[in-house]
Each structure stands twice: as structure tokens, then as C-alpha cells.
């Protein structure tokens, strides 16, 4: 048997609704030298059964048996993989049918030998597409990754090899999974380079997203810091560490805050995990006593609406800001 250029690997965990998309998706590509793996978490959403009536013979399927991990997922479907070039969709995610070829065509053109590609996201309105978001983030990905920057999963396309040679994705940390391979593959040197199309767009909604066992989010966040702090700070500097501090802060504010607002967490709930979070931190700098102010108004959110309203247009303002800036200051390295 031939082996294929592409493997695509699904990863779900019982969404067998989502999961049926994100495979139509995959089976859906314009590229034909490719396989598919899904692997199941431990759960028994009967993907398999539809794999079967589908008639889907082509698609490997695996099941982990227990609750394991996404990163077990992952990596038990990259032992299996027989593609060059592996590509990754979670099962609330979805493909154009270009993808993978609009990807493989630079990835081709490209002679490196630690290239991976991604490509845009794009929101869908009745299955055509609204409004595309194309990552900025090309070069070297450490200089990107370390100051915070990512990109979804679902839009790389990467080597194997690549892969294999960082160790797969670490299964040791609770949440933050992503963000730790993005610095794997940055530390090992790799670049990167976009298709400047949104080729990945999201079948989730809002409120299945924002679930999240906040105590686990916050462990592997810590675990996170541990592995990192060092590291960053060494290369690039400890104010680019806070800038990454700051990502998972906002991140996990508008969660907790999403959860507070639906009655799923109550008000010293919300206030804990955010204290927990902040008591991760690695302090550095002068502006401990702005932080402190800025985490009481933030902490207060949770007991006054109006405070709540309030913070939450701040936060937005600041990401506008913060982006803002992170271009102005892209724009100065080019000229300089």
C-alpha cells in the first residue's frame, strides 16, 4: 500500500455531532493523497457506528479505552500515522475543501526543513463565509510564540519528523497543551508560513466552548509557568513572559466571568480561581501596585453589574490597544 502524503487526525471526545462535521470536512478535501485517523477519548458517542454505516472503511478509528487526554489523542494517532505531513482537527472544527492543497502548495514551495504552515479562520453565515481572520505571525516562531502570539490547531500542517524530534505533545500538563507545542516546535527552530486565507472556521457555539473544569485550567496553567518562565525569560526578555501572563489572564477572566453570568459558578467561586491564577504570576517588575489595583476592580466585577459591565469593555479596549501596539512595534523592527 502507498503510503500518503497527508495524514489527518481527528480528535473527539463525545461530540459525535461536531465529529460528524469535522470528518465530512476532512473526507471533503480537494487533496486526495491523504488518510484519516479519529481517535475517540474513552468515550462511546457512536462515531464508530456512524464511521460504519457511512461506509467509511478508509478512516481509521481508535479509541483510547478510558479518558486520557487530548495529548494522548493526538499522539497515539501520530504512531499510527503513515503521512509525511500531518494535519489536525478537533471536533468542533471544520475545513474548507482547499485546505490541505492551499497549504501542500507552500509547503512545497518552500525548501526548509522546519516549515509549518497554517492559515486563517473565517466565520460562516449560512454556509457562506462572513469575515476572515488571518494571522500576522511569519518567521521564526519563537519570536512569535514567545510573546505571546498562537494560532489554532486546526490550520497547521506540519512534518512529521518535526514532530517526532520534539516529542510529540506533552501529556504530563493538565490544560495549555497547544500553547506548550507552539514553544516546542519555536525552541527547535521552526518557521512559519500562512496561507493567507480562512480555510478553518468552528462549528462550536459560544456557551459549549466556554465549559471548562476552571480547577484543572488553572493546574496546568501553573504547570505551564513552571515549564516556561525560565525559558522565555532568558531568551526574550520577562516583559515578554508577562505579556503571555496577561493572554492567560484575560482568558481565563472572560471564562470565569461566562460562568459566573450563567449560574454555573457562584461569586467566591469566580473571585478564588482568579486569585489562584494571580497568585501564579512571576513578578518582575515596578508596577506590582498597579497590578494589585487592576486585580481588585477585576475581583469586584463579580459583586456589582455595573463593575462588570465595565470591565469587561476595558478588557476589549485593552485588546484593541494591545494589538495595536504589537503591530506599531512589528513595523519599527522592519524599518530598523
Not at 477519548?41 to 462515531?47: M, V
Not at 518567521?139 to 519528523?161: E, Q, T, W
Not at 516529542?167 to 508560513?193: Q, Y
Amino acid at each position: 500500500m502507498n503510503e500518503p502524503t497527508v495524514s489527518i487526525i481527528v480528535t473527539t471526545y463525545n461530540r459525535k455531532d461536531l465529529a460528524k462535521l469535522a470528518i465530512k470536512s476532512a473526507v471533503n478535501q480537494d487533496y486526495e493523497d491523504l488518510e484519516i485517523i479519529v481517535v475517540e477519548d474513552g468515550s462511546q458517542s457512536g462515531i464508530a457506528g456512524w464511521l460504519d454505516k457511512e461506509n467509511q472503511q478508509k478512516i481509521q478509528y481508535l479509541n483510547n479505552g478510558r479518558r486520557s487526554g487530548l495529548s494522548v489523542s493526538r499522539n497515539r494517532g501520530l504512531e499510527r500515522a503513515r503521512g509525511k505531513y500531518m494535519a489536525f482537527l478537533d471536533d468542533d472544527d471544520a475545513w474548507l475543501p482547499e485546505k490541505i492543497s492551499a497549504q501542500m502548495a507552500v509547503m512545497l514551495a518552500n525548501k526548509s526543513d522546519k516549515l509549518i504552515v497554517t492559515c486563517g479562520t473565517s466565520l460562516l453565515e449560512d454556509g457562506a463565509i462572513k469575515k476572515e481572520f488571518v494571522p500576522k505571525i511569519q518567521g521564526y516562531l519563537m519570536n512569535h510564540v514567545f510573546n505571546g502570539d498562537g494560532f489554532p490547531p486546526s490550520s497547521l500542517l506540519i512534518p512529521k519528523d518535526i514532530i517526532v524530534k520534539i516529542d510529540g505533545f506533552s501529556e504530563d500538563l493538565k490544560s495549555c497543551i497547544d500553547h506548550d507545542f507552539w514553544m516546542k516546535l519555536g525552541v527547535a527552530g521552526c518557521k512559519v508560513a500562512c496561507v493567507p486565507m480562512g480555510l478553518v472556521y468552528t462549528n462550536r457555539t459560544y456557551q459549549n466552548h466556554m465549559k471548562s473544569d476552571m480547577h484543572n485550567r488553572i493546574k496546568g496553567i501553573a504547570q505551564f509557568y513552571d515549564k516556561w518562565f525560565d525559558v522565555v525569560a532568558t531568551e526574550n526578555g520577562k516583559g515578554n513572559w508577562r505579556r503571555i501572563e496577561r493572554v492567560y489572564e484575560s482568558q481565563t477572566y472572560q471564562t470565569v466571568f461566562y460562568q459566573h453570568q450563567n449560574g454555573q459558578i457562584n461569586n467566591q467561586q469566580a473571585v478564588s480561581y482568579l486569585k489562584n491564577l494571580y497568585s501564579q504570576r512571576r513578578e518582575y517588575s515596578l508596577s506590582v501596585l498597579l497590578i494589585s489595583i487592576k486585580d481588585i476592580v477585576v475581583l469586584s466585577s463579580f459583586f456589582h453589574p455595573i463593575l462588570a459591565l465595565l470591565v469587561n469593555k476595558l478588557w476589549s479596549l485593552y485588546g484593541l490597544l494591545w494589538r495595536a501596539m504589537r503591530k506599531i512595534n512589528k513595523l519599527t523592527l522592519v524599518f530598523n
